[in-house]
C-alpha cells in the first residue's frame, strides 16, 4: 500500500516543476486534504501513520514547505523497506543542500536498494563531503562491482561534485585516498587526473594520466586530457603527439578527429586542421559539427568564397543557423559587402549572438555611412540590452567624435553619466571630448573624478597633465602628473610624447627631442610628428622639422595637429 502512495503522490519532483500552475480546483482540493489532516483523529497503526506522513509531504511540497517534506519523507524512510521515499527524501535533501539528512537518506536508499548505482554514487560524493573517506571507498568497492555502473562517468560526475562542493585542498585529498585504496582501477586515476587538472596541479594530473594508461594504454579519452594537461602547460607539441597517439589507438574515432583539428587550428596549423576536417566529411558527410569547423578554418585562412558555402550548407541546420548567419556577415564585412553583411546580422534576432550580430551590423552602418540609422540602432539595443548600456555609449560617442560631432558627443556621454553616475570610461570619454571643445574645467574635473577612484590611472595621468602642459600656465602641476604617469608606464609612446611636450615647454629642447625622437620612433603617430617637428624646428634644426612634417602629412593630410602646424609654419611648405 505504501509504495503504491509514493507513486501516485510522488512519481516526478511535483514541487520543483512550478506548483503555481495548478487549477485552482486542484488547489482547493488540496487544501482540504490538508484541513482533514489537522483535524482528524492521527491513525495509530502503522500503515495509516505511513500514508498520513506521506500524504502531508505531499501537501507540504505542494504550498513550498520543503522542510516539512523532508521530514515527513525521512520518517517514512527510516520506518519501512520503501526505496523510493528514501530516494525522494534524498532528492529533498540535496535540493535544500542539507547534507547531513542528504547523507541519512542516501544510506536508507542503499539499505534498501543495494544494487541501485545512483544511491551508491550518492551515498559516495556525500560521505566524501562528509569527511568518510574510508566509508566512501566501500561505496566505490560495491560500486566497482556493479555491472551497469558506467564507471569512468560516475567518477567523472564524482570530479565535478567535488570541485564545486569542497574545498580545493579537501577535493584533492579525498582523490589521492581513493586512488590509494584502488590503485588498479584505471578510471580512478584518469578522475584524479581531471580534478587536478582543474584545480591547476598540472604535474600531478600528468602522472595520474600515465597511471591510467599504464593500466589501459589505448585509453583515448585518457590521451586527450593528457594533451589538454600538456597545452595548459604550454608544450603544444607534446599536446599534438599525444592526440596523435590516441589517433593511432582509434583511428576511426571521428570525433576524436574532429578534437585533433580543433587542436590543429588553435595552434595555427590550419592547412593540417582543413585535411584532418575533409577527412571527417568525407566518411560522414551529414556531420554538422565537422562542416562547421571546416568552415570556421576555411573562413581563419582567407578562403572566404569557400567558407561562404560551407556556411550556406548549415543554414537549414537548426543548431548552426545562427552561427552560420553570424559568420556569413562576417565573411561579407570582410570582403567589403557591407550591405550584404548587414542583410545577414539582421536575420539573428534571438539567441546568445543577437547582441553581436546587431553591434557588428551598426559597426556595418557606419562603415558605409549610414550614420543616422547606426544612432538609432544603438538607442535601441540599448534598451534591449541594459547590461550592455557602457559599451554601445562609448561605441556611440567614438562614432560622432570621428565624425567630429564633439558637442553631439558631449552631450551623448553627459546623458550617460546620468544613467551610470562615475563610471571611470565614461569620464574619461567626456573628458576628450571636452578637450575638443575647449571645456577645460569640464575635462579637470572629469579627470581628477577618474583619478579619485584610481589615483594610478596612468592614462588619466597622461591626459590631464598634458592637457596643463599644453596649456602652459600650471606646468609644475602638469609635471606632478606626467612624473606619475611616465613611472607607471615608462615605455609608452603617448606619455614619452606629453612629457617631451611639457619639457619643451618648460624650455628643456634637448631632453624635449629625447623623449620625442623615441615616441615617433616607437609609433608614426601624427600628433607626435607634429610636437616633434615643433621641437626640431624651433631648435633650429629645420629641415629634419620639414621632413617629419611633410611625411605626416603624406600619410594624414587631415589631421588637426598636422593642419595646425601648416598654418603656424607657413614657411616650412613653400
Known amino acids: 500500500m505504501v509504495k503504491r502512495l509514493v507513486f501516485l503522490a510522488c512519481s516526478g519532483a511535483f514541487w520543483f516543476s512550478g506548483c503555481a500552475g495548478l487549477n485552482t480546483s486542484k488547489a482547493r482540493s488540496s487544501e482540504l486534504i490538508e484541513s482533514d489532516l489537522r483535524t482528524s483523529t492521527r491513525p495509530v497503526d502503522q ?155 598540472h604535474q600531478l594530473a600528468l602522472t595520474e594520466i600515465q597511471r591510467a594508461l599504464a593500466l ?126 548587414v542583410r545577414w546580422f539582421d536575420k539573428i534576432t534571438t539567441g546568445p549572438l543577437e547582441f553581436d550580430a546587431r553591434v557588428n551590423g551598426i559597426t556595418a552602418l557606419i562603415n558605409l555611412g549610414r550614420l543616422s540609422e547606426a544612432r538609432q540602432r544603438l538607442s535601441e539595443v540599448r534598451k534591449s540590452f541594459p547590461n550592455e548600456a557602457l559599451r554601445l555609449y562609448l561605441l556611440e560617442a567614438e562614432l560622432l567624435s570621428k565624425n567630429k560631432d564633439y558637442e553631439g558627443a558631449f552631450d551623448l556621454l553627459s546623458e550617460a553619466l546620468e544613467e551610470l553616475p562615475g563610471q571611470v570610461e565614461l569620464l574619461y570619454a567626456r573628458a576628450l571630448a571636452a578637450e575638443q571643445l575647449d571645456r577645460i574645467d569640464v575635462l579637470e574635473a572629469d579627470l581628477r573624478a577618474v583619478l579619485e577612484k584610481n589615483p594610478n590611472d596612468p592614462n588619466a595621468l597622461n591626459a590631464l597633465g598634458y592637457t596643463l602642459a599644453d596649456r602652459g600656465d600650471r606646468l609644475e602641476e602638469a609635471k606632478g602628473y606626467l612624473d606619475r604617469a611616465i613611472e607607471l608606464k615608462p615605455d609608452d609612446p603617448a606619455i614619452m610624447d606629453s612629457y617631451g611636450w611639457l619639457q619643451y615647454r618648460f624650455g628643456n629642447l634637448d631632453s624635449a627631442l629625447k623623449y620625442l625622437r623615441k615616441a615617433y620612433e616607437l609609433v608614426r603617430d601624427p600628433e607626435i610628428a607634429a610636437h616633434l617637428g615643433e621641437v626640431l624646428w624651433e631648435s633650429g634644426q629645420r629641415q629634419e622639422a620639414k621632413k617629419v612634417w611633410n611625411n605626416a602629412l603624406r600619410k594624414d593630410p587631415n589631421q588637426d595637429d598636422l593642419k595646425k602646424i601648416k598654418a603656424r609654419y607657413k614657411e616650412a611648405f613653400y
Open 216 to 341: 589501459h594504454p589505448d585509453w583515448s579519452r585518457a590521451r586527450l586530457l593528457q594533451a589538454q594537461v600538456m597545452s595548459q602547460m604550454g608544450d603544444s607539441a607534446a599536446a599534438r603527439h599525444a592526440i596523435e597517439q590516441a589517433l593511432k589507438s582509434d583511428p576511426r574515432n571521428n570525433r576524436l578527429r574532429l578534437i585533433y583539428s580543433q587542436f590543429l587550428a588553435k595552434t595555427g596549423d590550419l592547412k593540417s586542421a582543413e585535411r584532418e576536417l575533409q577527412r571527417i566529411l568525407e566518411k560522414e558527410p551529414a556531420n554538422n559539427d565537422a562542416r562547421f569547423a571546416f568552415a570556421s578554418t576555411l573562413m581563419e585562412m582567407g578562403q572566404y568564397e569557400r567558407a561562404r558555402q560551407e556556411f550556406k550548407k548549415l543554414i537549414e541546420v537548426p543548431k548552426w543557423q545562427a552561427q552560420s548567419y553570424f559568420y556569413l556577415g562576417l565573411i561579407e564585412a570582410r570582403r567589403g559587402r557591407l550591405d550584404n553583411a
Open 47 to 201: 500503515e495509516s501513520e505511513l500514508i498520513y506522513l506521506l500524504l502531508a509531504a505531499e501537501l507540504a511540497g505542494q504550498r513550498g514547505q520543503y522542510e516539512v517534506a523532508l521530514n515527513n519523507y525521512l520518517q517514512v524512510a527510516r520506518r519501512s523497506q520503501d526505496a523510493q521515499v528514501a530516494e525522494r527524501a534524498t532528492q529533498i535533501a540535496l535540493y535544500l543542500k542539507n547534507t547531513e539528512k542528504a547523507l541519512e537518506a542516501a544510506s536508507l536508499w542503499v539499505e534498501r536498494d543495494p544494487k541501485n548505482v545512483a544511491a551508491r554514487r550518492i551515498a559516495a560524493m556525500l560521505l566524501l563531503k562528509a569527511g568518510k573517506l574510508d566509508k566512501a571507498g566501500e561505496q566505490l568497492k560495491v560500486l566497482l562491482s556493479l555491472q551497469d555502473a558506467d564507471l569512468e562517468n560516475t567518477l567523472i560526475e564524482l570530479v565535478k561534485w567535488l570541485d564545486s562542493e569542497l574545498p580545493r585542498d579537501e577535493g584533492l585529498k579525498a582523490m589521492r585516498h581513493l586512488a590509494g585504496q584502488f590503485p588498479n582501477v584505471a578510471e580512478l586515476h584518469f578522475a584524479y587526473a581531471l580534478l587536478a587538472s582543474d584545480k591547476g596541479e
